[in-house]
């Protein structure tokens, strides 16, 4: 059972990590609804940000964006997606990242400004 289980994860794990692409795909696609555009555009924003919400060096909690907080995002971004367009890009998009993640700084400009305003936030709170 707990083997099953485990399996289901990966294979979770796997298909979620191939998604990315084929959401970054389906970004550009007319039969998209804004909706899944905009989840689909932070998604891929901060899939290939090479600055993380939370940084890795942070113990424990540097992870969890990597754990919790991609997959949740991509999730999302997949359930809106109508799935016929989704298997298309599915398609189209497999092998395209296979040498690993591509960063692009330009990716990281909405996890700075995040950081930027939490970082004013705390300024103007002290004085």
């Not at 294979?11 to 696609?29: F, I, Q």
């Not at 909690?61 to 990597?66: A, F, Q």
Request: with cysteine.
């Amino acid at each position: 059972m707990e083997q099953r289980s485990t399996s289901k994860w990966k294979e979770r794990a796997r298909r979620l990590k191939s998604d990315v692409p084929a959401v970054s795909l389906a970004l550009k696609d007319e039969n998209t609804p804004v909706l899944a555009k905009l989840f689909a555009g932070l998604t891929v924003a901060y899939a290939l940000s090479p600055v993380d919400l939370i940084p890795d060096f942070i113990p424990v909690l540097g992870y969890l964006d990597d754990i919790i907080l991609l997959p949740a995002l991509v999730a999302l971004t997949v359930k809106c997606i109508p799935h016929d367009v989704l298997e298309r890009y599915r398609k189209e998009s497999e092998g395209i990242w296979a040498d690993g993640r591509p960063k692009k700084w330009y990716y990281a400009l909405p996890v700075i400004l995040i950081w930027l305003l939490i970082i004013r936030l705390i300024v103007r709170a002290i004085l």
